[in-house]
T-cell receptor
Framework: DVKVTQSSRYLVKRTGEKVFLECVQD?????MFWYRQDPGLGLRLIYF???????EKGDIPEGYSVSREKKERFSLILESASTNQTSMYLC??????????????FGPGTRLTVL | DQQVKQNSPSLSVQEGRISILNCDYT??????FLWYKKYPAEGPTFLIS?????DKNEDGRFTVFLNKSAKHLSLHIVPSQPGDSAVYFC??????????????FGKGTKLSVKP
């Protein structure tokens, strides 16, 4: 059974804190992604990675960074959390064939609240 | 600019009847379309997909129709069940450029199936 796991289901942080969201997949997928989901805005891509040590900006990278030191692990970092980063964060992975037929497998999500 | 649009934020249907969820897109280069289903506090899960070379794909109670000339696709659920109540995301991808394989999501439609 394929699995994408995220380190926390719920997280509460204070403004200005550095926040780490961890994601691990066990499917040997090359591609990994971080999205955020907000009501009325759908799923928006923050960052993605096609390989270890590689990262590319998505649609809304401001205020975020990522790290991909190992193939199975993709971390999202909020350098200085702000209240507008309160959201549901979703990690996903897919095969690395670089075609348009890449089904995404999502983790359960982390509900982050920044006070 | 939104490339994938789901213009109905919500839809309410009686159990046993047909649910029709609509999606429009603007990028004629999209060649693969997917529907994801999301329950609260869970990550989205893949439901059904269709390639641009087809106009219909069916999987049990779920059928996706693609009208390329109108840049429109729809998801039909027949018969609808209370367990189908969820947010449905339409997604599209293309096989060119640096972001090939990345999915672009609509904002979602919340389906409520009433017993």
């Amino acid at each position: 059974d394929v699995k994408v796991t995220q380190s926390s289901r719920y997280l509460v942080k204070r403004t200005g804190e550095k926040v780490f969201l961890e994601c691990v997949q066990d499917m040997d997928h090359e591609n990994m992604f971080w999205y955020r989901q907000d009501p009325g805005l759908g799923l928006r891509l923050i960052y993605f990675s096609y390989d270890v040590k590689m990262k590319e900006k998505g649609d809304i990278p401001e205020g975020y960074s990522v790290s991909r030191e190992k193939k199975e692990r993709f971390s999202l970092i909020l350098e200085s959390a702000s209240t507008n980063q309160t959201s549901m964060y979703l990690c996903a992975s897919s095969k690395g064939t670089r075609t348009s037929y890449n089904e995404l497998f999502f983790g359960p999500g982390t509900r982050l609240t920044v006070l | 600019d939104q490339q994938v649009k789901q213009n109905s934020p919500s839809l309410s249907v009686q159990e046993g009847r047909i649910s029709i969820l609509n999606c429009d897109y603007t990028n004629s280069m999209f060649d693969y379309f997917l529907w994801y289903k999301k329950y609260p506090a869970e990550g989205p899960t893949f439901l059904i997909s269709i390639s641009s070379i087809k106009d219909k794909n069916e999987d049990g109670r779920f059928t996706v129709f693609l009208n390329k000339s109108a840049k429109h696709l729809s998801l039909h659920i027949v018969p609808s069940q209370p367990g189908d109540s969820a947010v449905y995301f339409c997604a599209a991808s293309h096989n060119y450029g640096g972001s090939q394989g990345n999915l672009i999501f609509g904002k979602g439609t919340k389906l409520s199936v009433k017993p």
